[in-house]
């Protein structure tokens, strides 16, 4: 059982700074989060090194807020979304920061456990209240404890994948452990279908076959090559819809088995006579964080680009999507690839896989990125070379004593 220490306390503040309570009046949520995210980035600076200061988060980061300033100067965004750019490359930053924080000082399994620890918490406030949601937005989705069933089912694959990170080992050789993950994920799908999201049961099936010892997939999975390519399949959707529809088995997934059209919620209109005009008239810079041109130029019909790396582009253009592709790489090359990775690991998957026809690519996807790269990058050789040391000690004591 791992003890909880003081600086625990700044996981926990930073998921809640991140994670909106929708439950709470608006100038509350923004009082709260500005004052939790400024207090860890203190907490961060204050503990680092100067040469920890610059790190990856800071490639996609910059871009967001150089995207969004160009964006505010062609008057496509307002001035509150230029800062609220801000603020989302700073809490990007606290979420490397405060794992690296961990991970340099070889404590790589209470990072994993705290981040747990106030995801458990939401899930199960969020399962819980399911059949309760707090109000439906303007666009229709009902909204619940921490938003709409999107970010709700990204929560639960948060959980999943850092379940998975922190006790693969015993869900590898104990049948009761696989068997209590099955059940986890199975309970993920059951949620994902009371709240009408489709894509979250696509994407729990990625866990769900690593409930199974599958060791070959399982280090196929970290590949650098891989993830790449995943990305490069899921974010061609737009281009291949009409394409990939035509396959019967395919058909027969999205009507009788996800109950949805084979337009996917119109999904091609958006694609082809909105989202692709649009990016062609700023391709560079996109249109800036939180803009609503899409939105706009469909009458509020279609609020976003409804794909994970096109969404990017809309919204910081090539160099965002650049920007994002590379860290995804990058923090995947950097990987020790030990078993501690291979749950968040599931959770990229899981959020690429929802990006082919979802707007996923947000902080859920760079925590478990910074999570491949930065878990056990240097405390799992040190703590697995400290075991061995101990049992090595014991075993020579005894032979002594024989």
Known sequence: MIKRKYDSIYIYALFAAIVKPYFLPQVVQQSLKLILILGVFVFIITKSKKKELLNIS??????VIISSFCAYKMHYIPTV???NSVYY??????????????????????????FLDIISLYCLATIITSRFPLYTDTSGLKIYLFGNKFTSNYVIFSFLGLFYSLYGGKIKKNIAWRAMYFILVLTAMIYARLVDCSTAIVSDLVFLIFCFPIDVVKKITMSPKVVFGT?????????LMSYIIRLKFVQHIIVNILGESLTINYRNVIYNSYLFPLISNSLIFGYGYGNTMLAEKTNYAFGNAQNGLMDIVLKYGIIGATAIVFTIIYCYTKSAKTPFNEGVSLLVYAILIAGMIEVTYSWFLL???FLVKLIDEKSVSVLSIKKSHYKFIIKLKKARFQ
């Not at 800071?58 to 871009?63: M, N």
């Not at 990305?231 to 281009?239: C, E, I, L, M």
């Open 231 to 239: 990305v490069v399949f899921t974010s061609a959707f737009p281009v």
């Open 58 to 63: 800071l490639v996609f980061g910059i871009t």
């Open 89 to 114: 490359a700073m809490c990007l930053y606290c979420i490397h920061g405060i794992i690296s924080y961990y991970t340099k000082r070889n404590r790589s399994k209470e990072c994993l456990q705290y």
């Open 367 to 369: 925590l478990g990125l």
């Open 81 to 83: 979304s230029f800062f």
